[in-house]
């Protein structure tokens, strides 16, 4: 890359130019894809990004095995088939992969429970890529660790291929709940706050001072309807991602024209049960509750 | 006056912070209905496709175009919302664009966004940072439009009557002047300030 001798290169810019990059991705819906099929399809439906990947999260689930990266042929072949942004996602602490992902200039990277774990301890050093992270959390304290490592976009975990919300609002409503916690406590009592989330103090600073988290906050994890895509809005959601929720329904493209739709107006009853009614049958889906811990992938990741 | 943003996609929030830095409560524009009650509306960045799909599926494409042309609506385009304003620089080119912007962009004309990058430029002769997000290149100014800033050659930032367009992202930084210039922009039947 040649720019200007006036461009800057100070990791404050590159922060801002990441981050921005996920303020741009607000309000919309970013759908899992597993080739430029699949891909046209959600770009024809009004999708913001695509997510290339191996196989939706309810195919791993049902398949089971190692779930990597997705193919090198199948994400050039999605790239070449759109124009919105493509993610792509690597397998947590895999920095090979996700160094393989930014040479083929993916627009972010998901670093991924969703996918086999590669290092049952550490996540990738983000802030040593020109391309921006996304990462899943379930809580405060997680969300913060990840933004620590240079994260430029949270998602929550939810509890990805089932199709079952609650996890998500679950996530949702506990990352609130403990950014107000941390809002109205005393600056003095920070520190110990911090002590206690075991997350980076200056942080947990910034988002005593701002409010909310430095980086936007998607839902993601369990999202199968345009009701749901409202849903997790409603609950602070800036956008969401749906992974099985589109390609695992009946009809792929009014689904997916539906949860764009409720997306982008999700606070008008009128326009959500419009959207409801144009949607295709949602996948059969899995309850979250059922499931036995070990086959939970929220507990991927610390 | 009265300032919206369209909040159906992309970075509107940004936008509205620094309105309201401004003094202006602009408000968030998701239907027909609320934009016929602005005199001024920012199109975000965000993506241009999707604004597209969204302005043509909730009816307002046309009507942005025709309060345009009637001296009614002011516009401001950033990014993805300088793409829609302009017009394409290959016919082919998704998506449509509203072409009320005598110049012609070019979409992800500077690559990924590993090629995203932030730059200094220079407005009214003082310096101003700004940010290049997968970001359209202004390929072709025509005599209705005036450039107010470049980056290494490029128009990043240009004028037409009652129309701004900037392929960078003003509402990210802290320099208001962009959006000052926009409120300034006049329309029939209302004042400036």
Redesign the interface.
């Known amino acids: 890359?040649s720019?200007?001798s006036?461009?800057?290169n100070a990791p404050q810019?590159e922060t801002?130019?990441?981050v921005?990059?996920a303020?741009?991705?607000?309000?919309?819906v970013i759908m899992d894809v597993t080739d430029a099929e699949q891909a046209r399809i959600a770009?024809g439906?009004?999708?913001?990004?695509v997510m290339a990947l191996e196989r939706v999260p309810s195919d791993i689930r049902k398949e089971g095995g190692v779930a990597r990266m997705a193919a090198i042929d199948k994400v050039l072949e999605i790239q070449a088939a759109v124009?919105?942004?493509v993610m792509a996602k690597a397998r947590i602490g895999h920095f090979v992969e996700a160094r393989v992902l930014?040479e083929l200039?993916?627009?972010?990277i998901d670093e991924s429970e969703v996918l086999t774990p590669a290092d049952s301890e550490h996540h990738i050093d983000k802030r040593a890529f020109?391309?921006?992270f996304v990462c899943g959390a379930t809580c405060l304290a997680e969300a913060l660790r990840r933004i620590g490592e240079g994260a430029a976009l949270i998602r929550t975990k939810g509890e990805a291929g089932t199709g079952d919300i609650v996890e998500a609002v679950r996530h949702l409503r506990l990352v609130n709940r403990e950014i107000r916690m941390v809002r109205s406590a005393p600056r003095e009592e920070l520190m110990a706050i911090a002590k206690e989330l075991r997350a980076p103090y200056e942080l947990v600073l910034k988002v005593h001072e701002l409010g909310r988290l430095p980086v936007p906050n998607f839902a993601a994890g369990g999202v199968a309807t345009p009701a749901d895509a409202a849903l997790a809005m409603s609950l602070g959601a800036?956008a969401v991602f749906v992974g099985s929720g589109i390609f695992k329904s009946a009809d792929p493209a009014r689904t997916a024209a539906a949860v764009?739709?409720a997306t982008?107006?999700w606070n008008?009853p009128a326009i959500v049960a419009q959207a409801c009614r144009e949607s295709g049958a949602p996948m059969r889906g899995q309850s979250a509750a059922a499931m036995a811990p070990d086959e939970r992938l929220a507990t991927r990741g610390w | 006056m009265q300032v919206g943003v369209l909040a159906l996609q992309g970075g509107f929030e940004p936008h509205l912070a620094m309105l309201s830095s401004l003094g202006v409560a602009a408000r968030e524009v998701r239907s027909p209905l609320a934009l016929r009650e602005v005199t001024h509306l920012v199109l975000p960045g965000g993506e241009s496709t999707t604004l597209h799909h969204l302005l043509e599926l909730f009816g307002m494409w046309e009507l942005v175009r025709e309060r345009h042309a009637a001296g009614e609506l002011a516009l401001l385009g950033t990014c993805a919302g300088a793409i829609l304003l302009g017009r394409a620089a290959d016919e082919r080119q998704r998506p449509p664009r509203l072409a009320v912007l005598d110049a012609e962009l070019e979409r992800n004309a500077y690559g990924r966004q590993r090629e995203s990058f932030s730059a200094r430029i220079e407005l009214e002769g003082e310096p101003l940072e700004a940010v290049f997000i997968r970001a359209p290149r202004i390929v072709r100014v025509g005599p209705q439009a005036r450039v107010l800033a470049r980056h290494a050659g490029d128009p990043v930032l240009v004028e037409a009557p009652g129309v701004l367009a900037a392929t960078f992202h003003p509402e990210l930084g802290r320099d208001a002047r962009v959006h000052r210039r926009f409120l300034g922009l006049a329309v029939r039947g209302a004042i400036a300030v």
Request: proline fraction near 5%; aromatic fraction near 2%.
């Open positions: 890359m720019q200007s006036a461009t800057l810019a801002q130019v990441h921005g990059l303020r741009m991705l607000c309000g919309g770009e439906a009004g999708a913001s990004a124009t919105i942004p930014e200039g993916v627009d972010f020109r391309v921006p800036e764009v739709k982008a107006r008008e």
